[in-house]
């Protein structure tokens, strides 16, 4: 008897060692999740931003009279056919202007398509570290530039472009130029979303009430064990 009565109180002792350690394991996971409600997969590229136009209900769209606006209505490859359909699907997708795009990006499931180039100069400028900008393109563009027929020194003027790109000056020269956009605006304070808040206790006091009624019934429950134990006894 006094034997059985050693194996409760071990297997008592152990399930309570067990509720603690799931108990705290739980609260430890609620307080994480509702400070961080877990990631997303990046929509870096083109491809992801297909799959989330066809599942997650994103659209994209371009700014009025621009070159992404443009390409769009001559669309060839099924790709830009699906973006294509994306941006018309709704009227408000084309935008008068670059920061309207951005705004429009910033607090709905859209996707601003702008040249690479300008758009990084205006994010470093005015919204650093606020976007993520494609690792691919839709389309690749070349500056040209326009000469008299028969000028002299255009064949001089080709090689020297050539050499600038090719020796790897031109994405230099960007670089610095990005470089200084960041020096010049780090005193200026960053746009943030409306909805953008500290995260309080009031956010997670909903998932303590369920934690706190979780230990009330193992308690009950334990408490009952010993009192059965006991009546047993008796």
Known sequence: MKSNGQSVRLFIGIWWLM?????????GTITSYMAIPGTKTTIDTTSKLLVAIDNDGFSCGAAVGTVQHLRMQDAVTSAIKRLKSSMYSDTKN?????????????TE?????????????????????IFV??????????????????????????????????????DKWKRDVLLILNRN?????????????????????????????????????LVMEHIAVKMKKI
């Open 109 to 129: 499931k859209y996707a601003f398509l702008y040249t690479k180039s300008s758009l990084e100069a205006e994010l470093h400028r005015n919204w650093k570290d």
């Open 133 to 170: 900008i494609s690792s691919d393109s839709i389309a690749v563009d070349k500056v040209g530039i326009a000469f008299q027929r028969n000028w002299p020194y255009q064949q001089d003027f080709n090689t020297i472009l050539q050499r600038m790109v090719y020796g790897g000056l031109i």
């Open 94 to 106: 084309v935008v008068i202007s670059l920061n309207a795009g951005l705004t429009k990006a910033l």
């Open 185 to 221: 605006n780090r005193s200026i304070s960053e746009p943030k979303r409306q909805d953008a808040r500290a995260l309080t206790l009031n956010n997670t006091q909903s998932g303590f009430y369920v934690l706190l009624i979780g230990y009330g019934i193992s308690s009950g429950i």
């Open 19 to 27: 509720a603690i350690v799931l108990g705290a394991s739980y609260s």
